[in-house]
């Protein structure tokens, strides 16, 4: 790709950084450019987040049924899984499967709980409540 095609399509990410992409100059050289975005990319990302919307959605449902303890809402809404939880915790992943159960949750300590918190970066009651602050 030559340096003037280097796509510059505006995108989400534009504002905050730039991709650094390689293009043949007119010496037939390759030089290092910045891009402000390119269009497939930005759809491609398009199509993630609403993958990520669906699981965090179905992560509410699930917690709102009974099935999952907020844990679970909070782990898909983050993007973790029961090992990264696990490890930004210090808790054993089968505790972390463990208190993904609701009934084990509710008997769960303050100090355990305030661990979830500190990793979610919300307050023990946004926990518990299952509430965050849209960002």
């Known amino acids: 790709m030559k340096a003037q095609e280097i796509p510059q399509d505006p995108s989400y990410l534009e504002k905050m950084t730039r991709e650094k992409v390689y293009a043949l100059n007119e010496k ?5 450019e910045l891009s402000r975005g390119w269009t497939v ?5 398009d199509v993630a987040w609403e993958l990520i919307r669906e699981r965090v959605a179905e992560a509410r449902r699930k917690v709102d049924a009974g ?5 679970y809402y909070f782990m898909e809404l983050h993007m973790m899984d029961v090992s990264m939880l696990a490890d930004y915790t210090g808790f054993w992943k089968w505790q972390v499967k ?5 009934s084990v949750f509710k008997k769960l300590s303050h100090d355990k709980l ?7 970066d919300i307050t023990l009651d946004e926990l518990i409540n299952m509430r965050h602050r849209e960002s």
């Open 28 to 32: 037939g050289e390759y030089v290092a």
């Open 41 to 45: 990319k930005t759809q491609a990302l």
């Open 67 to 71: 099935e999952y303890s907020p844990l």
């Open 98 to 102: 463990r208190h993904l159960k609701p």
């Open 114 to 120: 305030n661990r979830y918190a500190r990793v979610f």
